[in-house]
């Protein structure tokens, strides 16, 4: 269903799951390229971008969201028509868009609309807001690798491996999400991709900042992540030869005792065998090779 609010002239649409039904009205109404349409029926998610036509622009944008258990990153794609007079926004779920629309709609019964005079002011509301929810979003994902960095000596090594693995997914999902749009806001910055209003650029350039900023947050935690990551392998593998060193030590020392009482075990005549205090001696015996050992062991640094 196609819902809409209007400032004068300007329309803002937004449509959940469009229907065959709500595509052939765009197409319609609007005469929209059948290959921007084609796209809009897609359920795959798509690559970010911006298609340029002589009366509007198609984009398509990925911004994160946390999903149900607060613990992966998702991908939230939202399509956009943008034209001189109207704005149309699509989206596959009930996310922050469907939110900010519904919110602007309880105001614009109340008579509290946003102040916009353009569909570029409009397009710029919107994608600040979603920006600065993105933002948030990054910084809690920063704090988790700043939370790993501080379990890496924890001695729940499962715990803690679980939780790299996880922030580490989240770090790569934004790096691959935010680098494409980077280019993207950068084109309309720079007024590669010229808007329908005027004295836009500082705001643009405001959105890019916004984006630059978190990129480069995200290519910060990206870079700790990895560290911390291969910092846990180290520790792992340390504690790992530790446990190595010690089994290997003390089968070293047992393997000539077990040697001696596997000789003495066996139904022949051996030196000492008829002696009164052969145990006693061959126990001593056993003894003093042990502490020989260990001391040997000791003055190599071996352990």
């Given at each position: 269903?196609?819902?809409?609010?209007?400032?004068?002239?300007?329309?803002?649409?937004?449509?959940?799951?469009?229907?065959?039904?709500?595509?052939?009205?765009?197409?319609?109404?609007?005469?929209?390229?059948?290959?921007?349409?084609?796209?809009?029926?897609?359920?795959?998610?798509l690559r970010p971008k911006i298609d340029v036509y002589d009366d509007y622009y198609f984009l398509i944008l990925h911004f994160p969201s946390f999903d149900i258990s607060e613990t992966f990153v998702d991908t939230k794609e939202i399509k956009i028509f943008w034209g001189k007079n109207f704005l149309?926004?699509?989206?596959?779920?009930?996310?922050?868009?469907?939110?900010?629309?519904?919110?602007?709609?309880?105001?614009?019964?109340?008579?509290?609309?946003?102040?916009?005079?353009?569909?570029?002011?409009?397009?710029?509301?919107?994608?600040?807001?979603?920006?600065?929810?993105?933002?948030?979003?990054?910084?809690?994902?920063?704090?988790?690798?700043?939370?790993?960095?501080?379990?890496?000596?924890?001695?729940?090594?499962?715990?803690?491996?679980?939780?790299?693995?996880?922030?580490?997914?989240?770090?790569?999902?934004?790096?691959?999400?935010?680098?494409?749009?980077?280019?993207?806001?950068?084109?309309?910055?720079?007024?590669?991709?010229?808007?329908?209003?005027?004295?836009?650029?500082?705001?643009?350039?405001?959105?890019?900042?916004?984006?630059?900023?978190?990129?480069?947050?995200?290519?910060?935690?990206?870079?700790?992540?990895?560290?911390?990551?291969?910092?846990?392998?180290?520790?792992?593998?340390?504690?790992?030869?530790?446990?190595?060193?010690?089994?290997?030590?003390?089968?070293?020392?047992?393997?000539?005792?077990?040697?001696?009482?596997?000789?003495?075990?066996?139904?022949?005549?051996?030196?000492?065998?008829?002696?009164?205090?052969?145990?006693?001696?061959?126990?001593?015996?056993?003894?003093?090779?042990?502490?020989?050992?260990?001391?040997?062991?000791?003055?190599?640094?071996?352990?």
């Open positions: 269903m196609i819902e809409t609010i209007e400032y004068g002239a300007l329309r803002w649409s937004h449509i959940v799951r469009p229907s065959e039904e709500d595509l052939e009205v765009l197409k319609d109404q609007y005469h929209f390229h059948p290959l921007d349409l084609e796209d809009c029926r897609s359920i795959v998610t149309i926004t699509i989206g596959k779920s009930h996310w922050l868009v469907k939110e900010l629309f519904g919110q602007e709609k309880a105001r614009a019964l109340g008579g509290k609309k946003m102040e916009v005079d353009s569909s570029d002011s409009l397009l710029y509301k919107i994608l600040e807001r979603l920006i600065k929810e993105t933002q948030s979003l990054a910084e809690k994902v920063e704090k988790d690798v700043d939370s790993c960095g501080k379990s890496l000596f924890n001695r729940k090594a499962e715990k803690t491996i679980t939780k790299i693995s996880f922030t580490q997914k989240n770090v790569v999902l934004l790096n691959t999400m935010f680098k494409p749009q980077l280019i993207l806001f950068n084109r309309l910055q720079s007024g590669t991709i010229p808007g329908f209003a005027e004295n836009m650029e500082d705001y643009w350039g405001n959105i890019l900042d916004y984006y630059q900023k978190i990129w480069d947050m995200v290519e910060d935690a990206g870079e700790l992540i990895r560290g911390y990551s291969r910092t846990f392998d180290s520790l792992q593998m340390n504690k790992t030869n530790e446990v190595i060193k010690i089994l290997t030590l003390i089968s070293s020392i047992l393997l000539p005792l077990t040697f001696i009482a596997s000789l003495y075990g066996m139904n022949i005549q051996l030196p000492l065998s008829e002696h009164p205090f052969s145990f006693a001696i061959l126990a001593i015996a056993m003894v003093v090779i042990a502490v020989a050992m260990l001391i040997y062991f000791r003055i190599r640094k071996w352990m």
